[in-house]
Each structure stands twice: as C-alpha cells, then as structure tokens.
C-alpha cells in the first residue's frame, strides 16, 4: 500500500507540478496552536507538513529554528505530545506529515516504539537529521516494518558513495540540502543545487526535494522547475515567531504555492 507520501507525489508528477513542503516546529508556540498553523497552511495550498519535533541541542538548525524549538521545549513540547498533535491533524486532513526529528530523540524513544507508535498518529514517514546513512540500517528496518517512508539528506559535500546509501535507504523522497551549513532564510540562491540534483538523479529515481535557503515566491518557482519538491522552513518559523495569523500562514504558502505553478 503506497503511503501518502508516495501517493502525492505520483499525483504530482502526473499533474507535471512540484510539491510545496513546509516545516513546522510542532508546540510552537503552543502544542494547540500546532493543528490550526497546518490546517492554514494546507488551505494555502501546502502539500506535505514536516512536523519537527523541538530539540535542546540541534545541530543542523539555524537561529530561526533554534529559536521556535526552545519556544516549543518552554511549552512542554515532548516527542509523545508531538504524536498527539499529528493524531489530532489527522482528524480532519489526509495531508502526509514527515516526523523531522534528531536521532537522540528517537533513540531514547526506541526505534521499534516509534515506528509503532508514529504510524498510530497517522504520520506516514521520518526523517533523522543527524542519522548517519552509513550506521542506518536497524533504524530503517524499524521504520519499513511500521509502514513508514525514511527520508535521509544528500547535501553538495555527499560523496558518491553516499549518495548511493542515500538512494538505498531512502523512500518515500530524497531531502537535497541546497547548500552547506544551517538552515536560514537566504536572498539567493545557492549554485550547487543543480549539480546534486544531476548527481543524485544518476542513483535513483525517487522524487528530490531540495530545502535550506528557500523562502520567497521567487525562489521556491526557481527549484520548482528544477526539483520535485521545494521545502520552506525558517521564514514559516519566523513567522510564527511573530504571531503571525492563520490568514497570514495562509496567505503567505497561497504565494509561494502561485510562486511555483508560474
């Protein structure tokens, strides 16, 4: 049985249009609010959420992030809560979620456990950040015997030996981190985006969805006409930061997503 992930990107693909992913710190700036910021994005037109679950020690995420995940960490934001909250998604919206988390959490967690239980909350992949390929094979086991999709990251400095674990190892989409560094809104673009992209294509054909740096219209109809998925993080994160309004979420994936099908 195909999972959501994999579903919409076969509808997409038909549809020749890229799909517009967004990450979310889950419990910021409150668990509750969490279900109502996904629910406007999706509306703005959002195809797949990445519900990151906070982390005290990230490596990977930028200020931006940093700063929603002690927000969430402040408002009680546990990994089980952040099942809760997809469980609760769940209940009105068939959006495929990706867990985004670290592999110190999953790991206190128990891979077994959480790929039960993740599955339970209707949540149809994960993605370790800091989960080296190379050491990921009782954690992908735990995953596909759930059900789940495992996303892992290629980045500009992979070697090609790894980008053929990633290919292994993946399912679902392949993460291409369009630049080296932390996540973090950027005013341009990187230029190794299109060598990983022609890189990672000579190992695989799953769909590439490239993230870091992208975070306006403009940018993200640049990748969409080059990548399989556009992934925008910390200007969403900056956003919530600010109190932004369920319109204004709304409102701002509408442009991004209008970026895209031009």
Same mark, same amino acid.
């Given at each position: 049985m195909p999972t959501r992930i994999e579903q919409l990107f076969g509808r997409l693909k038909d549809q020749?249009?890229?799909?517009?992913?967004?990450?979310?710190?889950?419990?910021?700036?409150?668990?509750?609010?969490?279900? @109502?910021?996904?629910?406007?994005?999706?509306?703005?037109?959002?195809?797949?959420?990445?519900?990151?679950?906070?982390f005290s020690d990230p490596i990977a995420d930028g200020p931006v992030i940093q700063a929603g995940?002690?927000?969430?960490?402040?408002?009680?934001?546990?990994?089980?809560?952040?099942?809760?909250?997809?469980?609760?998604?769940?209940?009105?919206?068939?959006?495929?979620?990706?867990?985004?988390t670290y592999l110190n959490p999953a790991m206190r967690y128990g891979f077994e456990n959480l790929g039960r239980d993740t599955k339970a909350a209707g949540i149809d992949g994960c993605l370790l950040t800091d989960l080296s390929v190379e050491e990921a094979a009782p954690y992908v086991e735990s995953m596909r015997k759930a059900g789940l999709d495992t996303?892992?990251?290629?980045?500009?400095?992979?070697?090609?030996?790894?980008?053929?674990?990633?290919? @292994?190892?993946?399912?679902?989409?392949?993460?291409?981190?369009?630049?080296?560094?932390?996540?973090?809104?950027?005013?341009?673009?990187?230029?190794?985006?299109e060598p990983l992209l022609a890189s990672m294509r000579t190992v695989t054909t799953?769909?590439?969805?490239?993230?870091?740096?992208?975070?306006?219209?403009? @940018?993200?109809?640049?990748?969409?006409?080059?990548?399989?998925?556009?992934?925008?993080g910390s200007a969403l994160v900056r956003m919530i930061g600010e109190n932004a309004s369920d319109a204004r979420l709304e409102a701002f994936a509408r442009s991004l997503r209008e970026g895209m099908d031009r």
């Open positions: 020749k249009r890229a799909a517009l992913i967004a990450y979310v710190t889950a419990g910021d700036p409150s668990p509750d609010r969490t279900p @109502q910021i996904v629910a406007a994005l999706e509306r703005g037109g959002v195809d797949l959420i990445e519900l990151g679950v906070p995940a002690e927000r969430a960490l402040k408002a009680g934001t546990t990994l089980r809560k952040v099942l809760e909250m997809a469980r609760t998604i769940r209940k009105t919206s068939e959006i495929p979620i990706l867990l985004f996303v892992f990251l290629a980045a500009p400095t992979s070697t090609p030996e790894r980008l053929k674990l990633v290919a @292994q190892f993946s399912t679902g989409f392949v993460y291409l981190v369009s630049r080296t560094g932390v996540t973090g809104e950027r005013t341009a673009l990187s230029n190794t985006l799953l769909p590439l969805a490239a993230g870091f740096g992208i975070s306006t219209p403009e @940018q993200a109809g640049v990748v969409a006409r080059v990548a399989d998925g556009v992934v925008v």
